[in-house]
Each structure stands twice: as structure tokens, then as C-alpha cells.
């Protein structure tokens, strides 16, 4: 329920309400769930508002300034936004299909799941806007500024994109079909893969071969294949089986000891492959101490340390590895290129092997010097 006290406020008059807006800058006005249909807004001070479920059919909202507000599940049907100002405003789960949007001054503000068909947006400001799950389908969009918005798993259907300014815009997951960008400026643009088959499949929706070029083409599993794929997928097999061969050899020399002679074998200690391998990853020794009657790894807590971390490296980027594998298998299927978003856990994965890989070489490396240079038992005729 919204605030009586606002409510009251807000048919006293645009002065009356103003003067409280001005001695309570920081206060949030509550609108929640209002019935506020019909109204002029016009004059009134409505930044920092709170209209979630609010019914505003029908009313102007034209020239005013409502920015920092949230529109959330509102009603806006005959509803005026336009030349409104509305910088860092949130519009969550509405449907602006029948409003007046002419002009709005939008900068920073975020579209999340907003209904914009059959609407037009001709002259908006939407730099730096947030713009998700959203339908412009048949959308006019002349000659808006989308300069560095981030647009994200959109449908732009038939929407007219013509003279639209989207230069820095980066572009992910949306549909262009029979939408038209003739004059569109794309410098600096970012632009997914997937859309950019979208947007060849339409002969480039009148895009010039040359502004192609000022388009960044974003392709996550092209990255992944970079650094996955052919020559350096072998290179980091052939890491894991370097960082792995210590441990090998300890296996192999175990069942070489097992085939020896009786007289030989009696005067060899056995010790069970689990308790070598551990006392390997220990101690970085390839054989015990004996101490007394008992044998024995010494702990090397830096050796401990990074074998741990070179062992989550190499499960990283095995995982990289049979992924790009699996996505390649299913492009060699279906022809088609996959479309690969890596989300916050994957990203942040794929940039610490990516960084990390030299530090994982240098630390493999060492580790196969280290083994290399252990003296081992050998028979002297």
C-alpha cells in the first residue's frame, strides 16, 4: 500500500509536494500499489519514487523528472514518458505497448523483462542502459542513442533500428529477423556470434560491408577453442602427463619390483602403492626414509602446496579441454556454431588457466627436475 502521508502530499499540488521533496532530499516516496490514473504529473519532482504496482493508465509523465525511480509491474497503458528524464530508473515486468516513450532521456537506466512491441522509442537517450529479456519487435527505434548499453536476450524483430546510434553497445543473445539498421552507426560495437549469423542470415539488415569491420564479434567458444583446441589442447595433455610421470614411474617401478626373484625380493621393504603415491605428494620423494625399523615421508609443505594447486590447474583445464571436445563433436553434427555464454564461475576459470599457465609450467618443470635429480638405486656388475 502507498504512503498516505505522499499520497496527500501529491493532491495538495506540485508546490506543496515539491517543498517536501526539497527539506527530505534522501526520502524515498512510496507509491506502492497507488491508484494514480488520469494524472498530469507535469512540474512534479519525482525522482527517487517507488511506483512498483502502481496504476498510472493515462497518465503524463511527459518532460518530468523521474529518475533513480522504479517502475515495477506498473500499469502504463495511454501512459506519456515523453522528453521524460529518466537517468539510473528501473522498469522491471511491464508493457509499454501503447506509451509514449518520444525522446525519453533514459541514460544508465535498466529494461529488465520490458515489453517495448509495436511501441517506439524515435529520439531516446538510452546511453549506458541496461537492456534484458526484452521484446522490440516491431519497435521504432529511429535515430535512438543505445551508445554503450548493454543489450542481452532480445527480440528485435522487424524493429526499426534506422540512424540508431550503437557505438560501444555490446550485444549478446538477441534476434535481429527483418529488422532494418540502414545508417546505423556500429563503431566500437560488441556483438555476439550467434547474432552476427542472425544479422547475415538477413543480408545484414542493411548494415555496409565496411561498417562491418568496426563490429567486435564476440565468441566465447572461438576463445575457448584457442586455447583448447589443436596445438594446445596437445600441449596441455602433454603438461598433465609431465606433471604426472613422477607418479607413473613410482606404479611402474612397484610392479617391476613385484616380477623380481624371491632372493632378490626378500631383501626389498614393500610398502602399498597408496602409501608410496602419498608419501610422493607429501615429501616430493620418490622412495621412504627409514628410520629405526619404520619407513618414513618427510613433510615438504612447499612441494605439499603446490602440488594441490597445480592439481586444481590441471582439473580446470581438463575440464576446458573435454568441454571444447564436446562442443566440437556437436558443431561436427549439427553444422551449427555452438552458443557458449560462460557464466561467472566458468569466466573467472577460463581467465585464472589462461593467466596462470606459465606459473603452472615453471612449477611442473620443477617438479620434474626435482625427480630427475633424486638419486635412485642402480646395479653395478
Not at 497503458?77 to 509499454?96: D, M, N, Y
Request: glycine share 4%; aromatic share 12%; with cysteine.
Amino acid at each position: 500500500m502507498p504512503n498516505s502521508n505522499h499520497i496527500q502530499l501529491l493532491d495538495e499540488g506540485k508546490d506543496r509536494f515539491n517543498s517536501y521533496r526539497v527539506a527530505n532530499p534522501t526520502e524515498v516516496i512510496d507509491f506502492r500499489e497507488a491508484e494514480l490514473v488520469d494524472r498530469d504529473f507535469s512540474g512534479f519532482n519525482l525522482t527517487n519514487v517507488d511506483f512498483t504496482d502502481a496504476r498510472l493508465a493515462r497518465s503524463s509523465l511527459s518532460n518530468v523528472d523521474i529518475s533513480r525511480s522504479r517502475f515495477v509491474k506498473c500499469s502504463l497503458e495511454g501512459t506519456s514518458f515523453q522528453k521524460a528524464r529518466a537517468e539510473e530508473t528501473l522498469f522491471s515486468q511491464v508493457s509499454f505497448h501503447s506509451v509514449n516513450l518520444a525522446g525519453i532521456r533514459a541514460k544508465k537506466a535498466r529494461f529488465l523483462n520490458v515489453d517495448f512491441s509495436g511501441g517506439g522509442l524515435p529520439n531516446a537517450n538510452l546511453e549506458e542502459a541496461v537492456i534484458e529479456n526484452c521484446r522490440l519487435n516491431d519497435c521504432n527505434l529511429y535515430y535512438c542513442r543505445l551508445r554503450n548499453a548493454t543489450i542481452s536476450t532480445c527480440d528485435f524483430t522487424r524493429a526499426n533500428l534506422t540512424l540508431a546510434d550503437l557505438c560501444g553497445a555490446t550485444i549478446t543473445r538477441s534476434t535481429f529477423h527483418q529488422s532494418k539498421l540502414e545508417g546505423a552507426l556500429v563503431k566500437r560495437a560488441t556483438i555476439s556470434r550467434i547474432a552476427i549469423e542472425d544479422l547475415r542470415a538477413e543480408n545484414w539488415c542493411g548494415l555496409l560491408p565496411s561498417q562491418l569491420y568496426d563490429l567486435t564479434i564476440l565468441d566465447e567458444f572461438g576463445n575457448l577453442r584457442a586455447y583448447f583446441s589443436g596445438f594446445w589442447a596437445f600441449v596441455h595433455l602433454l603438461s598433465i602427463v609431465a606433471w604426472l610421470s613422477p607418479m607413473l614411474w613410482i606404479v611402474l617401478r612397484s610392479l617391476a619390483l613385484e616380477v623380481l626373484p624371491n632372493p632378490v625380493e626378500s631383501r626389498i621393504d614393500h610398502l602399498s602403492l597408496i602409501r608410496q603415491l602419498s608419501g610422493y605428494v607429501l615429501s616430493g620423494a620418490s622412495a621412504p626414509t627409514r628410520i629405526g625399523t619404520d619407513l618414513n615421508y618427510s613433510t615438504n609443505v612447499l612441494f605439499l602446496s603446490s602440488w594441490f594447486l597445480v592439481f586444481l590447474y590441471n582439473c580446470c583445464r581438463f575440464t576446458f579441454i573435454a568441454k571444447v571436445k564436446l562442443l566440437e563433436h556437436q558443431q561436427a553434427i549439427t553444422g551449427l556454431h555452438p552458443d557458449v555464454t560462460l557464466s561467472p564461475p566458468w569466466s573467472m576459470s577460463f581467465r585464472a588457466v589462461k593467466v596462470l599457465f606459465w606459473v603452472n609450467l615453471i612449477i611442473v618443470a620443477a617438479h620434474v627436475f626435482h625427480f630427475l635429480t633424486t638419486a635412485y638405486p642402480v646395479i653395478v656388475r
